[in-house]
């Protein structure tokens, strides 16, 4: 049915066109609105959330204009779409970033005022949309803020969870996890209830001859679903370029079937339907880097995918372009393996429903698809059993299967009589039970797979896709480095910061072109300039003291060096590395005389990140670190000396409070672990310095800001297997001082020694996989080079801004440029 207002009365509807706030008291006037009409409140009871909930209804306003006005403009220009299908968008709060984005925040700030509210506390009401465990899922939200800053058309393609990630809670040092309802009052969404999709799951699979003799299959029966989309727009930076994210919602498809159960009674049933469904969509899996391989997980895929997919093609088929043109119009990049069934998805509706030949349609799924792998990690490999694939999806099981068929056809042809390649290349596993191995149909299916840094591309050319690149050849193997968004890292978590970078820089345009900070260069031996960048940092550290105090109770001393390790708490990631080091550094300082002790470097070790719920070696981590703080934190020997911190429920607004607030951050993963880290960049475009390994970005880090700006530790990615061979097969004896540490722990100085088994028998007796005890020496002497350098106040100054000033190739946004050009294909679009 046309939808669209006749010509005629066009006129009354631009006459009346809404165009948001301009100036102070148009906002007001609009916050005043929504607190009277959209909230029902008034004068008397307009407390801080109610004026948080007005303001964000303005702000989303003006966004939902310029969404229109964005999408209008790409439907009009028929442009080619970049499509980023990610399990996880990790945006954290959105209305400082909606104001920073949209030029407003003074006129907000100055708007609020004059209704009584400080902006601070209100920009504090909100809570962070945490649809995401970690670097993953805040590299998408990253990307959605480059795309639409540098006016890319794109569309993020999610899940609306009702539970995001849990919080944290630390109970008698232990973790406890807690539900995390985010969704009591979102303005940052629109439902839109009209924009369904219907997902089928389980039945059987149909095949008959058609009258050519050409084999149909039908996939019937099964369990039907309902997708509901909720769209929420995502701003640029200064340009109202203003694309979308749409995350899919799951509720039980309003079919006759339910209605019957309804009216005869079976009410308990009915009910019970519609559970099942909206449990699709419920809660985000906890997991940072590993594979749990549940049932409802493979449904939370197929249902995302399935819907998003549909979704794309409605909107294709629109243009009434031929089908070979798909690859012209869409690109679609799958963010890790979660969203691969996306290329059996494709594939089916275009030979199964569009009726296309299956070479034709193969053509067109690996010309449209990008990868982009995150880990090398072998339990975060995805692999799913073929009887629970068969059971959910029998369509999708054949499709597979055929796949792999022409697939492995293809590589005999090319290399005959190479069994043994066979079985190691091809995307069914013959192992008990038989398994999809996900990663390679991602890589059969697509057209570029990437890695995250250049360690990390280098390594799964060589390790985990090796026969591919053989297969394939090299130029469909490619490396994009990850980036970050100053907007959200520097502009909004550090205000001061960026504003003295303007300053020197000419205005605020490094925010669009960080290459510019470069400018900063000149100003690293004005006394002036140097004074004000160190008044900054202090004054950031002395804002998390107080958050340290009004929290935990505990006083540091700003004029400490602040030492932080704040990400998800992963053996491989090491913070059992840190904590033994602290641990050290308490034994060291007990050993010494008053006198000595003056002399040392005071320091405040904060943690912070979460375990998985399952993850029991993490949670002893969470314990260990807690019971050494109670203990250290109360010693009067120690005094300022050294104070241990574990920050609850570490998330991406509080990452806004800590970032800026370090002097060293901790980067200290296994070589060869870490696909790349993206809060190494953060810190270091917050003014700190790093203390790091060999591994993922820290490399290409080194490389920008030179390696007299780092502080780098232990053994190199090409030593580790070696390594690990002699752990297993040879001798390998403890490092004597962390031996003292184990020594410590064992005799009961930190609580109940038996709580911290596994920890200390993972190095001693399980082959120490991590190289814990290989790395301990280095890391010890080169904390010591950190204690003596950070004494020369002047000198890291200077290290600290020359490292900033270097820092402008790892923006998103040139991130964005290169899967733009060397990916997707797509050119930007000025609204
Ligand atoms: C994740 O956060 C990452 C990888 C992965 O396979 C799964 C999850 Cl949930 C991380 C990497 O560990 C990290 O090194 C990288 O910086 C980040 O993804 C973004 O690429």
Redesign the pocket.
């Known amino acids: 049915v046309e939808a669209s207002i006749p010509e005629p009365q066009r006129e009354a509807w631009t006459k009346h066109e809404f165009s948001g706030f301009k100036n102070k008291d148009d906002f007001e006037r609009e916050v005043v609105r929504h607190v009277e009409t959209t909230l029902a409140r008034s004068i008397y009871n307009c407390d801080e959330s109610a004026a948080y909930s007005a303001s964000s209804l303005a702000f989303r306003d003006r966004l939902i204009k310029d969404w229109n006005k964005t999408q209008q403009r790409q439907t009009f220009t028929d442009s080619k779409r970049v499509y980023y299908l990610s399990l996880?968008f990790l945006m954290g709060r959105a209305f400082d970033n909606a104001m920073l984005n949209l030029g407003a925040k003074e006129v907000a700030k100055e708007g609020l005022a004059e209704l009584g509210f400080r902006i601070e506390d209100i920009i504090g009401q909100e809570h962070d949309a945490a649809l995401?465990?970690?670097?993953?899922?805040?590299?998408a939200a990253c990307f959605l803020d480059s795309l639409a800053t540098l006016n890319y058309p794109a569309w993020g393609y999610g899940l609306r969870y009702r539970y995001g990630i849990f919080k944290q809670e630390i109970i008698d040092g232990y973790q406890v996890e807690v539900p995390d309802y985010w969704l009591d009052f979102n303005p940052w969404e629109f439902p839109r209830h009209d924009v369904t999709v219907e997902i089928q799951f389980y039945g059987h699979v149909d095949k008959r001859q058609d009258e050519n003799g050409k084999t149909i299959a039908k996939w019937e029966g099964g369990e039907m679903v309902t997708a509901v989309a909720y769209d929420v727009p995502t701003p640029g930076y200064d340009t109202p370029s203003t694309n979308n994210l749409r995350l899919w919602s799951s509720k039980a498809a309003s079919g006759e079937f339910d209605f019957q159960k309804f009216n005869s009674g079976d009410y308990e049933s009915s009910v019970a339907d519609q559970q099942r469904a909206e449990t699709i969509s419920a809660v985000l899996y906890p997991?940072?880097?590993?594979d749990r391989g549940k049932e409802l997980r493979l449904k939370q895929q197929y249902f995302w995918v399935a819907a998003s997919l549909y979704d794309i093609v409605r909107r294709f088929k629109k243009s009434k372009r031929k089908w070979n043109e798909f690859p012209d119009q869409v690109a679609i990049q799958l963010n890790?393996t979660h969203p691969t069934l996306a290329i059996v998805e494709l594939q089916r509706i275009l030979v199964d429903v569009e009726g296309l030949e299956w070479d034709e349609a193969w053509q067109i799924v690996t010309s449209t698809f990008g990868y982009?792998?995150?880990?090398v990690?072998p339990e975060?490999l995805e692999k799913w059993p073929v009887g629970l694939v068969q059971h959910l999806l029998p369509r999708h099981l054949q499709i597979i299967y055929d796949i792999n068929l022409f697939f492995l056809q293809s590589v005999e042809k090319r290399y005959p009589n190479d069994r043994d390649l066979l079985r190691r290349v091809s995307i069914i596993e013959e192992s008990q039970p038989k398994m999809v191995r996900m990663a390679y149909l991602a890589v059969v299916g697509s057209h570029k797979v990437n890695g995250?840094?250049e360690l990390?591309s280098d390594l799964i050319q060589t390790t985990i896709f090796r026969d591919f690149v053989a297969i394939f050849g090299e130029d469909k193997f490619t490396n994009v480095t990850?980036g970050i968004t100053p907007r959200r890292w520097l502009h909004q978590a550090n205000p001061r910061l960026s504003e003295l970078i303007a300053s020197k820089a000419d205005g605020y345009e490094f925010l669009k072109d960080l290459t510019l900070l470069n400018k900063l260069e000149l100003f690293i031996d004005d006394k002036e300039f140097r004074k004000e960048w160190a008044e900054i940092k202090y004054a950031n550290k002395v804002r998390l003291a107080r958050y340290i105090k009004s929290t935990l109770g505990i006083n540091v001393n700003p004029a400490a060096l602040f030492d932080v390790q704040v990400k998800?708490i992963h053996e491989y990631k090491r913070q059992q590395l840190n904590i033994f080091g602290v641990i050290h550094r308490y034994l060291t300082l007990k050993a010494m005389s008053p006198e000595e002790r003056k002399m040392q470097q005071p320091r405040v070790s904060i943690f912070g990140g979460k375990a998985a719920p399952g993850y029991w070696m993490a949670k002893q981590i969470i314990h260990l670190i807690n019971n050494v703080g109670a203990l250290v934190n109360k010693d009067p020997d120690i005094g300022d000396l050294l104070k241990v911190i574990f920050l609850e429920d570490y998330n991406v607004s509080k990452a806004e409070i800590i970032t800026p607030a370090s002097d060293l951050s901790e980067h200290i993963?296994t070589a060869g672990t870490?696909?790349?880290?993206?809060s190494n960049m953060k810190f270091v475009l917050n003014g700190g310095l790093i203390i790091g390994t060999c591994d993922?970005?820290n490399i290409e880090i080194t490389r920008e800001i030179g390696q007299e700006n780092i502080f780098l530790f232990g053994t190199l990615s090409e030593d580790v297997e070696d390594l690990r061979h002699v752990h297993t097969y040879g001798e390998h004896p403890i490092d004597p001082n962390l031996a003292k540490v184990f020594d410590a722990i064992e005799r009961g100085m930190f609580g109940e020694p038996n709580d911290f088994k596994a920890m200390i028998s993972a190095v001693r007796d399980h082959g120490d996989y991590y190289l814990v005890s290989d790395d301990f020496q280095s890391y010890i002497d080169t904390q010591k080079m950190v204690d003596e350098e950070y004494q020369n106040q002047e000198e890291w100054i200077s290290k600290c801004i020359r490292s900033v000033a270097r820092m402008g190739f790892f923006s998103s946004d040139r991130c964005i440029n290169e899967y733009a050009e060397g990916i997707w294909n797509i050119e930007p679009l000025a609204v």
């Not at 997991?287 to 590993?290: A, K, W």
């Not at 870490?674 to 993206?678: H, I, K, M, N």
């Open positions: 996880e995401g465990n970690g670097g993953l899922g805040r590299l997991n940072d880097n590993l890790d982009t792998n995150h880990t990690l975060a995250v840094a990390h990850n998800r993963s870490e696909a790349s880290g993206t993922g970005a």
